[in-house]
Nanobody
Framework: QVQLVESGGGLVQAGGSLRLSCAASERTVSTYALGWFRQAPGKEREYVAAISGGNSIIEYADSVKGRFTISRDNAKNTVDLQMSSLKPEDTAVYYC???????????????WGQGTQVTVSL
């Protein structure tokens, strides 16, 4: 059983930056792909980014490409999402996820964190 805990959410003005972090409970997660999703009230969950266990595959949704950077530290069992040039439409609850592969992250992650709120003001 893998547990994921997000942190780093908060309130930021448009154009600002914020870094989210997700800590996994087990080191075995180093072999898993890790990713981020987000969901705004009344909207569907949206895929944001994912990274493979060996950093060989990194993917971003078009909506965040060039602004967000996903990275991981397998020694610490963490995955981060560095967000810059934030826009009001980035406002959402951000969720960390884990699955066997990046492809599985995009379709059906096996594990989810509890989420952390990101609010971008005008």
């Amino acid at each position: 059983q893998v547990q994921l805990v997000e942190s780093g959410g908060g309130l930021v003005q448009a154009g600002g930056s914020l870094r989210l972090s997700c800590a996994a409970s087990e080191r075995t997660v180093s072999t898993y792909a890790l990713g981020w999703f987000r969901q705004a009230p009344g909207k569907e969950r949206e895929y944001v980014a994912a990274i493979s266990g060996g950093n060989s595959i990194i993917e971003y949704a078009d909506s965040v490409k060039g602004r967000f950077t996903i990275s991981r530290d397998n020694a610490k069992n963490t995955v981060d999402l560095q967000m810059s040039s934030l826009k009001p439409e980035d406002t959402a609850v951000y969720y960390c996820s884990a699955a066997r592969t990046v492809a599985s992250i995009r379709v059906a992650p096996a594990y989810w964190g509890q989420g952390t709120q990101v609010t971008v003001s005008l």
